[in-house]
């Protein structure tokens, strides 16, 4: 079966710093990635998305970038953290380009900015 | 552009009650629809789907029904328990295969 997995659960970070979020799927192969914010009490914001190795896919302009090093690996990263880029991170996966096909949430990253 | 609209919570109920919480949506052609739950702390499950109109997605007592006419897709439970209490997205899978959320509707149930 598939599983994703997101890590660091948790993390304080000074304004800034650097970040990098780090997600990998397990049990399948060329997934549709996603990374999605979510601000305290808002809905949430897809930030990136990639169909495959090197293409990523920029939703909204913001101090955040994204890599897809390897097919089932997606990195979430800021070379210098504002404040308002605190919020809950998740990470997302789906099966290739099938309408309705089912989008996959991790448990999420929660990042204060201090 | 594509968007969904949710109604505003917290939505308090008693236990035993039955829930509706509204989702309309805007969108060009006819997108799959999608439910999904959020307990406190944790990532997104997905709840139900349907992907074509008139289709009813259902899953732990939840059901709800895509209306193409109304463009809606308005989650139901007839019986509500404590355990329900969680925060409810509505979405939409536009045509790029990206999911369009909607602000999400908070419901607590007391016993």
């Known amino acids: 079966s598939q599983t994703i997995h997101q890590w660091p659960a948790t993390l304080v970070q000074p304004v800034g710093s650097p970040l990098s979020l780090e997600c990998t799927v397990e049990g399948t192969s060329n997934p549709n990635l996603y990374w999605y914010r979510q601000a305290a009490g808002r809905g949430l914001q897809l930030l990136f998305y990639?169909?495959?190795?090197?293409?990523i896919s920029s939703e909204v302009p913001q101090n955040l970038s994204a890599s897809r090093p390897q097919d089932r690996q997606f990195i979430l990263s800021s070379k210098k953290l504002l404040l308002s880029d605190s919020g809950f991170y998740l990470c997302?996966?789906?099966?290739?380009?099938?309408?309705?096909?089912?989008?996959?949430f991790g448990e999420g990253s929660w990042l204060t900015v201090v | 552009g594509n968007s969904v609209t949710q109604m505003e919570g917290p939505v308090t109920l008693s236990e035993e009650a039955f829930l509706t919480i509204n989702c309309t949506y805007t969108a060009t052609g006819y997108p799959s629809l999608f439910w999904y739950v959020q307990y406190p702390g944790e990532g997104l499950q997905l709840l139900l789907k349907?992907?074509?109109?008139?289709d009813k997605g259902s899953n732990k007592g939840f059901e709800a029904t895509y209306r193409k006419e109304t463009t809606s897709f308005h989650l139901e439970k007839g019986s509500v328990q404590v355990s329900d209490s969680a925060v409810y997205f509505c979405?939409?899978?536009?045509?790029?295969?990206?999911?369009?959320f909607g602000s999400g509707t908070r419901l607590l149930v007391r016993p």
């Open positions: 979405a939409l899978m536009d045509s790029s295969y990206k999911l369009i």
């Open positions: 997302a996966w789906s099966e290739g380009q099938i309408s309705g096909n089912t989008i996959y």
């Open positions: 990639s169909v495959g190795i090197g293409q």
């Open positions: 349907a992907t074509k109109a008139d």
